[in-house]
């Protein structure tokens, strides 16, 4: 029914060829008659209407100016997600490189202690 629809309005802005594709039974054509009848009716009383150039000018830098906002805030937002991943690996690094260090340290305090536990007194 949409396909019908739409092609009746095709028809109706200057493309008859749309409706002469169309398959439609006649029952399915008597019970889309009024919908038919309207789509004529407020194709006759609206007509199109042409923008002034100037709105069109405006509206067009408008969305040139929202595109250039909107790909510069993407831009900045790789940029923070780049560094506060950097940031993160390098801390990822220095923890690492601490624990490391308490782990060695750890080893070598535990070694002389068994060291001294085994020696004998005396």
Avoid: C, W, Y
């Avoid at 092609?7 to 019970?31: D, I, W």
């Avoid at 997600?81 to 923890?95: D, E, Q, T």
Wanted: charged content about 20%; glycine content about 4%.
């Amino acid at each position: 029914m949409a396909e019908v629809l739409s092609a009746h309005a095709e028809g109706l802005t200057g493309r008859p060829e749309a409706m002469q594709r169309l398959n439609v039974t006649a029952k399915e054509r008597s019970r889309m008659s009024p919908l038919f009848r309207l789509a004529e009716r407020l194709q006759q009383s609206m007509q199109p209407v042409q923008p002034p150039t100037a709105f069109v000018h405006s509206l067009g830098k408008e969305l040139t100016d929202n595109a250039k906002r909107q790909i510069a805030l993407t831009k900045r937002l790789r940029q923070a997600v780049m560094i506060v991943a950097a940031a993160l690996g390098s801390l990822v690094s220095i923890a690492s490189l601490v624990g490391a260090i308490i782990f060695v340290v750890v080893r070598l305090r535990a070694r002389a202690q068994a060291r001294t536990l085994r020696t004998p007194v005396g």
